[in-house]
């Protein structure tokens, strides 16, 4: 049985704390019913809203939430800021260029303010779990009425209506994560990919990385919730669902009253019968056997796996925290790549972490040749405030990890490229999106290996499986000919 949402009257002005979220209290998670209370009903009549979305598929997904509380409160969605009554801003905490930019669209909003003195601004997501955005918000930027975390989505429609009636900033960042919010509306953006939620938080406390503070501990949702939202998406015509989680594979850790496995779990969705499952994050370290066997076993599962590797070196990877090798890495995808041998790879790396050296750097260079990745998203590392690694000595200088950072794009954009090639002739299965961003004409979609392709027809295929065969391969994508 799962609870009624009751929400507690909050305290104006309550600010997170970094220290606070890193101790891990030991509470029973428990699943609450979302629930518009009648007194907020109907509270965006005659209003508009928007919401900006930076950062990660987690952001993407925790938008759509945003957007379907806003479209049941009454409010409607516009794609112009100008015209917008309240404005989100859903945020990304990963690194200083992330927020800078947030802090940059904040300051230019005043225009916005004055030709609109009802509009609301919101700050949500991964910066407000800061205390140093809190204070910042505080203190320089009093054009922004509503900040709260990623802790609290549900309670948007209690922080509008405050602010609309109380007039005063509402701000409230919980430090530790709450329950379980399941039946919160979607307004999903596509009718055939789906993101999908499987559990929030992260344990791993990697030494640069501020999520684990802003996201809280892990928590996964229960699997009948999970399956009967993919059987719900089936139904509805949906092809693709993306399982999401900072790490996936820790799914059904803290699952107290079952032994219950993201492997289970893949292999149960695989049987629902949606035609593509993809997903991400994972950890190199939690990675199993049996959840590369559930791969190989399954043709819904698709043949791309991107598995974070963050560097080449022992020594590096120690001081992250990430608790494997360099060999066990290799051996993993080793494994991977004998059991479904078509697979594409790709990875995320950070250059330029504190203390990498010329050979630290050397070895991450050999292992992206070992690897054969097909694509990365790659970073010099970038200080954040309360984790441990901003603390450590010898940082890199800028010039150093600029040099880093371009050898090592060179290097993943020839992989980039090679994974494409091997295409060439084939005939694949897309799934097609629309029309291409940069060549209008084309349409476009991916491959089950997640690769690019642009090929002509008609808009009638735009949400439909198709066969290409692929005539060209380019370093970013494919060309294909219908057949
Ligand atoms: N600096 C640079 N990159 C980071 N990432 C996470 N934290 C930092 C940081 N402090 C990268 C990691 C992660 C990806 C989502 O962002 O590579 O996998
Ligand atoms: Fe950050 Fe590491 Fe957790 Fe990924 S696994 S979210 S890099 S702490």
């Keep these: 049985m799962k609870k009624q949402l009751k929400s507690k009257k909050y305290s104006l002005f309550e600010a997170p704390s970094l220290s606070d979220a890193k101790m891990r209290k030991k509470h029973d998670i428990e699943n609450i019913v979302f629930e518009i209370d009648q007194k907020y009903q109907n509270i965006g009549i005659n209003k508009t809203y928007m919401v900006k979305t930076y950062g990660c598929q987690g ?25 917008a009554d309240v404005l989100f801003f859903n945020t990304c905490a990963i690194r200083e260029n992330a927020e800078n930019r947030i802090y940059g669209e904040l300051g230019r909003l005043y225009p ?26 505080k203190e320089k930027y009093p054009q922004v009425d509503i900040v709260f975390g990623t802790h609290n989505i549900y309670k948007i429609p209690e922080y509008i209506y405050d602010a609309y009636t109380e007039k005063k900033r509402v701000l409230e960042v919980f430090s530790y994560e709450g329950d379980i919010i399941e039946g919160i509306p979607l307004k999903r953006d596509s009718k055939v990919k789906a993101w999908v939620d499987i559990m929030y938080g992260c344990d791993e406390f990697c030494t640069y990385c501020i999520v684990p503070y802003t996201r809280g501990s892990e928590r996964s949702r229960r699997p009948n919730d999970i399956i009967n939202e993919v059987k719900d998406l089936v139904n509805k015509g949906y092809i693709e669902v993306t399982l999401l989680g900072q790490n996936v594979n820790a799914y059904g850790k803290d699952l107290k009253d079952m032994d219950y496995t993201f492997a289970n779990l893949l292999e149960d969705l695989a049987k ?55 060999e066990m890495y290799l051996d993993k995808i080793n494994y991977l790549k004998k059991v479904i041998p078509s697979i594409s790879l790709t990875t995320d790396i950070i250059v330029a972490f504190p203390n990498e050296s010329e050979e630290d750097f050397e070895e991450t260079l050999d292992l992206v040749r070992k690897a054969d990745f097909e694509g990365a998203y790659t970073f010099i590392y970038s200080k954040r405030k309360g984790t441990p690694a901003a603390t450590y000595d010898n940082q890199i200088d800028p010039v150093t990890a600029k040099r880093r950072l371009l050898t090592l794009n060179k290097l993943i954009n020839e992989g980039f490229a090679k994974g494409n090639k091997r295409f060439e002739g084939e005939i694949l299965e897309i799934l097609v999106e629309g029309y291409s961003e940069t060549k209008n004409h084309l349409l ?38 219908l057949i």
């Design 59 to 83: 952001n993407i997904a925790d938008s759509e939430k945003i957007c379907g509380i806003m479209d049941n409160l009454g409010f409607v969605e516009v794609k112009d800021e100008k015209c």
């Design 112 to 137: 916005l303010k004055v030709n609109n003195p009802n509009m609301l601004i919101v700050l949500c997501g991964c910066m407000p779990q800061e205390e140093v955005t809190v204070n910042n918000i």
């Design 272 to 326: 629902t019968g949606i035609k593509r499952i993809r997903y991400t994050t994972s950890h190199p370290r939690d990675l199993d056997k049996e959840t590369m066997d559930v791969m190989a076993k399954y043709k819904n599962i698709m043949p791309h796996l991107h598995l974070p590797v963050q560097s080449g070196s022992n020594d590096i990877l120690k001081k992250m925290n990430r608790k494997y090798t360099k």
């Design 444 to 481: 476009c979609g991916y491959t089950g290996n997640n690769k690019l392709v642009n090929f002509e027809g008609d808009e009638e295929l735009i949400g439909k499986l198709v066969k290409v065969k692929i005539t060209k391969a380019y370093t970013w994508h494919l060309r294909g000919e």
